[in-house]
């Protein structure tokens, strides 16, 4: 048995060693030798590391583990899950151009399409998950350069068909990017299926626990870009000595640019300490998905029998919509339910105010139980024309469960049910 005690002297350096955990390198800048190679670093930052607004080694060792259970060829973290879609997007879009997205998608990211891109001259193109393949295609612009979605909408919780829409927007020689952070890699590798980018926001299930915000773009490496019209991507950066990515990176081109381009334009990029918490809950996720999964079946199940409850939305009900989408894209449907209370927005609010172990947040996929009230917090900045094209009803709650013992989650939900119900007759 090795004498554990020996490795904390000093000098002690046991053959093959490495450290369990990965280590923080609380460090913003690197030492070099010679003004001649940190001249040659500058003018490829590949090469190794300048500078820690885009490249720190706690950082990239993270990236390399996401990269990898997503089945891509590189990944580039971020300081927000918004920040990943924002990069994703201006990685290939400049002003004049458009990309199409399904409507049934994160409110924030709602606003970031519809508003701030607008302003910059990008121009989103909504387009129903159920619209035939004919709609979308006509839908195209020359200048369209990209197609978007969420593996399962949050909060509407539709099934995006990946292959479809991936084989859609091959066909016009574009990128198919998903947002997959409700499904994880756990439950979906939409590369499996024809996605070219992947994004989370790894502030959720990825993490967790809740203790640091951050997202992450995934490369899948098997889009042609030459095939279309990228030119930041195939004509030379005279930002960069006139590289071409596609020419100097190959299958990793889009992902370097975003980092080389963007990440040191921006400058996004999370500190160490953020990505050594997140490392510690990736390892954990494999875990947690499972139990995830297995408490919502359950409170779903339990849902589906309340009286004041109009509809249930949950992917792994035999009865939702989405359900075949659900077999043939996901391993599971997450902790994620939706559902609508009678009595719309006044008894939504009541119910959630009547709650004592989910707590009232503006998260979701924690480790506890949470709800949220998305028409008057995500996505209040949404008029009822546009909740509507998200899929989002008045009455509709968002329950992100938990790990708690599912008997508390399920014992504290009738107690907030009885309260509507209390209420009422004291209203009569």
């Not at 990440?263 to 139990?291: C, I, W």
Request: charged share 20%.
């Amino acid at each position: 048995m090795k004498d554990e005690t020996k490795c904390l002297h000093a000098g002690y350096h046991p053959k093959n060693a490495e450290p369990r955990v990965v280590p923080i390198v609380q460090s913003t800048t690197y030492v070099y030798d010679s003004t001649d190679d940190v001249a040659a670093v500058f003018d490829d930052p590949m090469k190794s590391l300048i500078y820690s607004r885009f490249g720190n080694p706690t950082v990239m060792a993270v990236e390399d583990k996401i990269a990898e259970l997503e089945g891509g060829v590189g990944a580039l973290c971020t300081s927000s899950g918004q920040a990943a879609v924002l990069l994703a997007i201006l990685n290939i879009c400049n002003a004049g151009d458009s990309f199409i997205s399904t409507p049934q998608i994160y409110g924030g990211s709602t606003n970031l399409f519809s508003f701030t891109l607008k302003r910059l001259g990008i121009e989103c193109i909504y387009l129903d998950q159920d619209a035939t393949d004919e709609e979308i295609l006509r839908a195209f612009k020359p200048n369209t350069k990209a197609v978007f979605g969420e593996t399962l909408a949050n909060p509407a919780l539709t099934v995006l068909d990946i292959e479809r829409f991936a084989s859609i927007a091959h066909m016009r020689n574009v990128p198919l990017i998903v947002d997959n952070t409700f499904a994880t890699p756990i439950l979906c590798k939409p590369f499996e299926f024809g996605a070219d980018i992947v994004i989370h926001s790894t502030s959720k299930y990825m993490d967790g626990h809740a203790v640091q915000i951050g997202g992450v773009i995934v490369d899948s490496g098997k889009f042609d870009w030459t095939k279309g019209c990228f030119p930041g991507l195939t004509e030379p950066d005279e930002s960069y000595h006139g590289i071409s990515y596609t020419e100097t990176y190959g299958n990793k081109a889009y992902i370097i640019k975003a980092r080389m381009q963007l990440m040191r334009d921006f400058g996004v990029y999370p500190a160490a300490h953020s990505a050594f918490l997140l490392n510690l809950g990736l390892e954990t996720m494999a875990v947690r998905m499972k139990q995830y999964c297995e408490n919502a079946m359950k409170v779903a199940r339990y849902l589906k029998d309340v009286e004041k409850v109009e509809k249930v939305i949950y992917p792994g009900l035999n009865s939702d919509a989405n359900h075949t989408l659900a077999q043939k894209y996901l391993k599971g449907c997450s902790g994620v339910i939706t559902f609508i209370i009678r009595g719309g927005r006044t008894n939504a609010v009541r119910f959630m105010d009547a709650l004592e172990l989910a707590s009232n947040e503006v998260h979701v996929a924690d480790i506890r139980t949470c709800v949220l009230h998305p028409a008057s917090e995500t996505h209040r900045q949404l008029n009822d024309e546009q909740l509507a094209a998200a899929g989002i009803d008045a009455g509709m709650v968002r329950i992100s469960v938990g790990l708690e013992n599912v008997t508390d989650i399920l014992a504290d939900l009738e107690k907030a049910f009885a309260k509507i119900r209390c209420a009422e007759v004291f209203l009569q």
